[in-house]
């Protein structure tokens, strides 16, 4: 900082910052020539460690039927680096204090997941299940004795891209404080910032997805039509897209998606005192959320993984364990891979890379996020020492990332649209078909296509109905597409008591609405689903105090001077923080049927009934649900809703909100409380002891009930605490202070 004359101040600042975050694990001790295997397992290994030993015949790892798995899958190293400059004047002219500044960053990010980087291998009875007859099965330990052989049923070797990606951002503003006069002040400001998308230093990146690029078939993919018939009902696919695949930069440098050239943001505010009492204040300001690599997490925060789509750089080589039903071994551990790996692609192949799996990207265009915040109050002197505002506030956020959308979901006129599961759809489309890319899809690197896409001799109807079927029923995943809107409104009630007869004390009160825009509640949907948020929260009140009560020396009842009743009785004081808050909506994450002449407005919920499951009430009335479970047509061959049950729908179009604003999970109220006491040796010196209690009321915060399946035993019951519900906790504490 440097003041160059009484009326001018430049400062001036360089920051670099640097953060190395590194994922590693005990495995990583270890080496898989150590543990017996080829050395060719080492010397092509981006990350050695302990091959993954994954045991799966009577569930996850560590189960009850089970044995824990050995090494880890989750290695990763990914540092961030970053500069700035930033330097601004401010410098007072009259009235007037202005303020120029220029503000410039670089981002730097480099993103490396080792996945399976010595290998992995999965166990199960498949060995030990072979030849067997009358569905026998392994419950327990079949994995460990196909460990013992050498004999795993799956496994992979991964070759995993490391990314290294760059951004610059560059904001210049100006602002000015103009004292009109000693009644009315005014700030005005305008900041234009320029926030460049990511880069890839090798371009070793995926940038966005052509719906009508070609792809090298090795021969023309044959289909002429498909139809099939089902209780008098026929489903017919006339023709099918062949188009449709990933795109990549140019070369080094490139950029990850294409974002606006520049923004600018206006700032405006006022004070005015209507009296000497009273003042009036508000505001009107545009501000910018820069890019980032990372998704807006379910929480309303960015995630702290990274997002980084290097399909073509990075590759898999799977373990080949049989070719005839598990009756000899292909390979085994002694030789995993045999033929070596495959080697990553790149680029070269264009909008042929991964055809037949699944792929991601990231919105190939997209905008800085921004909101639009505004805001009017009244501040009132009620007395020298009280003081009550009263403020609204709104916000509107535009150009929010949408988390993803599955471009490759069945295509909407393939959907039911019936309010009951429609068992015919899901029979029809389960129905096997001559596969048309059998033997199609592109070689990577004079390997064949694995897919089952290009291996399969038939697949499912269900295959032939989505826009892109060159990859299967994969997900074809869009990322981040900056298109989501949210508005917020506000009022808020603030009433503060400044220390006065030993008490202060603070109260808010805000009354709010938060609607969202950001979800799609189909992916075949072109527009997002408005919803009352999942974050919303109508009432928030809190109130803190602090009162020193009025007994001991030199206070209301000092004891007539004595000492000693000023030892015992006085020096308290008392503490207090009380908060409530309106529980969240419930978000319904799955498309749920409701009984026949059920809708919405009938669902309600209880947001502390905690009956126990099976035996007492639900907290949602799930009686407006279909719960039932069947899987198939009743007899009579009736599927159209009025004899067939079942809680889950099949390719259905959903038209059940996310979220209901009226029915919601368990809210906060929680009340804080402390006593102290203070013990003086002297003016200036004295003990102080404090007893102080957190959830004083014990109050728990129940989670919301469960509703991700209308066929789960616990449908509509609440069944745990949220992980912020902490039991009354009571600590006793002592200071010394002189």
Known sequence: MFTLNPT????????????????????????PQQMGFPGYMNSNSRLLQLPYINFGTGGSCGSFTSYQCLGDTGSALDPTTSYQLFTDMVKVLGRHTLKIGFDGRQYRISIQNFGDSSGSFTFNSSWTNSGTSGGVSNIFGGDLAAFMLGLPSSGEYDLEARSDYHQYYVGTFVQDDWNVNDRLTLNLGLRFDIDTPFRERLGQTVNGFNPAATINYTKAPDFTGASVTVNGTTYTVSSINT???????????????????GFFSPRFGFS???????????????????????????????????????????????????????????????????SGFLPPAGSSQGASTFVGQSISFLAPVQHDAYSERWNLGIQRALTGNTLLEVLYVGNHALHLPVNTQNLNAVEKQYLSYTPWRNEQIATAYGTSQTNPFKGTLPSVNGVANSTSTNTASTVPFSSLIVPYPQFGTNAVTEENNTIGQSWFQSGIIHFEQRPAHGLTLTANYSFSKLIEQ????????????RRISPFDHVHHFTVGGTYDLPLGRGKMFDFGGSRLWDEIAGGFVLNGIYQFQTGAPIEFSSDIPLQAGANIRQITNK????????????????????????????????????????????????????????????????????????????????????????????????????????????????????????????????????
Do not use: M
Not at 24 to 31: I, L, R, S, V
Not at 518 to 529: C, G, I, K
Not at 649 to 667: A, E, K, M, N
Not at 683 to 707: C, D, G, K, M, W
């Open 8 to 31: 001018t101040i430049f400062d001036t600042r360089l920051n670099w910052t640097y953060f190395n975050e590194v994922h590693g694990t005990p495995a990583q001790a270890y080496n």
């Open 243 to 261: 188009l449709g695949g990933l795109t990549f930069p140019p070369g080094k440098n490139g950029a990850v998606y294409a974002t606006n050239n």
């Open 518 to 529: 950001d979800t799609f509640l189909n992916d075949q949907d072109t527009v997002l689903e």
């Open 272 to 338: 005015f005192s209507i009296d000497p009492k009273t003042v009036l204040r508000g505001g009107f300001g545009t501000f910018v959320q820069p890019e980032t690599l990372a998704s807006l997490s379910a929480t309303g925060t960015y995630s702290s993984s990274a997002l980084s789509n290097a399909e073509g750089f990075s590759a898999s080589t799977s373990y080949v364990a049989t070719t005839n039903n598990y009756q000899s071994p292909a390979t085994t551990l002694s030789d995993p891979f045999p």
């Open 607 to 738: 947001t502390r009934n905690t009956s126990p499951v099976g035996s007492g009430t639900p907290a949602l009335s799930t009686n407006l649900f279909v719960t039932g479970n069947s899987t198939a047509c009743p007899a009579s061959g009736a599927c159209d809703g009025s004899d067939f049950i079942n809680g889950q729908y099949f390719d259905h179009y959903r038209t059940l909100p996310q979220t209901l604003s009226w029915v919601r999970q368990d809210g906060f109220n929680n009340l804080d409380a402390s006593i102290l006491k203070d013990f003086h040796f002297t003016e200036s010196a004295y003990l102080q002891l404090r007893f102080e209690t957190f959830n004083l009321l014990n109050h728990p915060i129940f989670s919301a009930p469960n509703v991700s399946s209308a066929t789960s035993s616990n449908f509509g019951y609440i069944t745990s605490t949220t992980s912020n519900s902490l039991p009354r906790q009571v600590q006793i504490g002592g200071r010394i202070v002189f």
